[in-house]
């Protein structure tokens, strides 16, 4: 990695947007990769270093560049669960059909992991596929139920899932709905 995109890499590990600008006011390449392949927006996102990210989109950064694990800035923001690096994200017009390594949207990791605020952001916010179906062949609704703890925020995820026009009764590949996992896990 040439001097220059080591500094805004650095720039953008410290969350330094007037660093950020600097560095590519010298020349770095916004699209400079590491070892991974992961971009100087992936890094950010991944961190929630807001301010850099802020400062990457408005200079043109994909927000769908993927990485070696098939990660992108905006695929990452599900993982994350941050609404502020979602929201940052949203004006770079970040392909919302991106599929990660296990198939799935943004909206998945997010429902299973339990991130509520996000979940809602998401889905007032963007036209996301609420019915997606990743290579387990779960949706966002699926992954909720099957990986979920049955808790409090994982309920509340279901509710805006079907809220939001998620189809309750949808199987997985084995033809066993939520409603079908949930019982089977013990949940009320």
Do not use: C
């Not at 392949?37 to 270093?49: F, P």
């Amino acid at each position: 990695m040439p001097p220059a995109d080591r500094a805004l890499l650095a720039a953008v590990r410290d969350d330094d947007a007037d660093a950020v600008g600097a560095g590519l006011a010298d020349g770095a390449d916004i699209e400079a990769r590491d070892e991974h392949r992961r971009t100087l927006l992936l890094i950010a996102a991944v961190g929630d270093h807001v301010a850099a990210a802020e400062a990457l989109v408005a200079a043109g950064a994909d927000p769908n560049a993927q990485d070696d694990r098939e990660d992108s800035p905006w695929l990452v923001t599900g993982v994350t669960g941050s609404v502020r690096m979602m929201r940052t994200l949203l004006p770079a017009e970040p392909d919302l059909k991106l599929r990660n390594r296990f198939g799935g949207t943004a909206l998945i990791p997010a429902a299973e992991r339990g991130h509520v605020d996000y979940v809602r952001a998401l889905l007032r916010e963007t036209d996301i596929d609420v019915d997606h179906v990743n290579r387990l062949t779960w949706t966002a609704m699926l992954e909720a139920v099957i990986l979920g703890d049955g808790g409090r925020a994982h309920q509340e995820i279901v509710e805006l899932l079907i809220a939001a026009g998620a189809t309750p009764d949808l199987p997985d590949g084995d033809g066993v709905t939520a409603l079908e996992h949930a019982e089977r896990r013990g949940f009320t």
